[in-house]
């Protein structure tokens, strides 16, 4: 199955694709509109108008993928902070490589008398 081109997409053509694959979703689960609406605490009339194309609430989607149990495609919406390489070694450099005392201590002597 092809991807979708979203940025070549109008806004009303984006809604109704999204509107498709959660009806797709719904009829693979083999669940009714009523009971999505139901599971959902909406009327069975928004889960029709939704899946027919019409823009719906952010909070009703929510409504609805919490319905189908169809969270993990909110993952897309998670940032990822990457580190690029060169910064990934410095960091790695800055890490201590073995045990012992910091360089920046001073180191007291003891006095002893030296009787040579």
Known sequence: MAKNNWAAMADPEIVREIC?????????KNISQQEV?????????TI???????AVTLLTLVQ????LDKFDIL?????QS????IKLLKEEEKKR????KSKNVVRE????????
């Open 97 to 100: 490589k073995r045990a012992g």
């Open 75 to 79: 993952d897309a919406f998670e940032v």
């Open 64 to 67: 609805v993928l919490r319905a």
């Open 37 to 45: 609406a139901d599971i959902a605490g909406l009327d069975r009339t």
């Open 109 to 116: 002597v003891p006095k002893e008398d030296y009787n040579w």
């Open 82 to 85: 990457f580190l690029s390489p």
């Open 20 to 28: 498709r694959n959660i009806k797709k979703m719904r009829i693979n």
């Open 48 to 54: 029709s108008r939704m899946e027919s194309g019409r």
